[in-house]
């Protein structure tokens, strides 16, 4: 996972070669004049601030004795994965814990509005598993809300789905980690840098929600494809930064041609943190096993992962107005907040993902007040 001061230097010294005149021989036109166009203020505002001024994704976490939003025991649509209470895990601060922003009120979270606001729409999540756990985090907030509503669950390898029946409302999961297509070919599992097809199954959404990156670092057994292709040519391996930014440029492009924004909100859910090191709290000895408070404030010591470097990059050059959910820094506070141990799948400790209830619920709380705005 460690993208440290060399993964920075790498991708600083790649978009400065993409901006400049040295590499236009290789660039197709309309990608070196994206590179140098200003970047679009309407999308990269929308997901900094509000129209009142508040940014939504400065502040810090405090005690709520409302919290949580729901018992993981009377939701149906939870993973083993990210059921931490049903697994054993001891302390239950961490489910008190809800977010307030330094310049205005959260609005609190209401299942019934939101039932009937999204009246006869389709909302997918398109990512790896983050979106599994912001998919399954918004099911059981809303199932809160009207436990007695009648709703169909189905899970799948490639989609699933949640229908609330009495609403018309349907949430639906499109697992694709990379975003861009893995096509299997002689050679092997092929990572298409600029192919999505698997796009199709996207369009007709009234919101979506898409979200990648912690695949583009796996390596060995856990690295889904056996080359990548980026145009005609084809690489054992590049650097995995720029590898992203390559996929997600793919994906830009891909909104830009298929999304109406008239018909369609787009969604791009931020870097979710890992607390795999320490070092990066300053407690070196330490990951995400046995934590079991945030940090206090609202700065992270260890800085941004320099994947958000390459969101933001890519999110600016978009016209469809995209929000970023901003949620990298204050999920990095909550280092308290991973299933660790406390998993009914993963062996091992697991400072990726996180436990619900927990802080997938704050994501979809911010989600929902993003939209009340909108
Ligand atoms: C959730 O509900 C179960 C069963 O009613 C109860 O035993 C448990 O204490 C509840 N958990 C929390 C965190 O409130």
Known sequence: ??????????LALFLLLQASSLWLPFLQQAEAAAATAKPNKRSMLKGRKQANGCNLFQGRWVIDPSFPLYNSSSCP??????????????????????????SCNLPRFDGVDVLKRWSGKKIMFVGDSLSLNMWESLSCMLHASVPDAKTSFLRRDSISSVVFQDYGVTLLLYRTPYLVDIVKEDVGRVLKLDSIQAGKAWLGMDVLVFNSWHWWTHKGDSQAWDLIQDGATRYQDMDRLVAFYKGLTTWGRWVDLNVDPTKTKVFFQGISPTHYLGKEWNQPKKNCNGESEPLAGSMYPGGAPPAVDVVNRVLSRIKVPVYLLDITTLSQLRKDAHPAGYSGEHSGTDCSHWCLPGLPDTWNQLMYAALLTM
Do not use: A, H, T
């Open 77 to 102: 649509f939870i993973d083993s994965e990210f059921d931490c209470q049903k697994y054993g895990r001891p302390d239950s601060l961490y489910l008190k814990y809800s977010w307030r922003p330094d």
């Open 1 to 10: 996972m460690g993208f440290g001061f060399w993964g920075r230097v790498i």
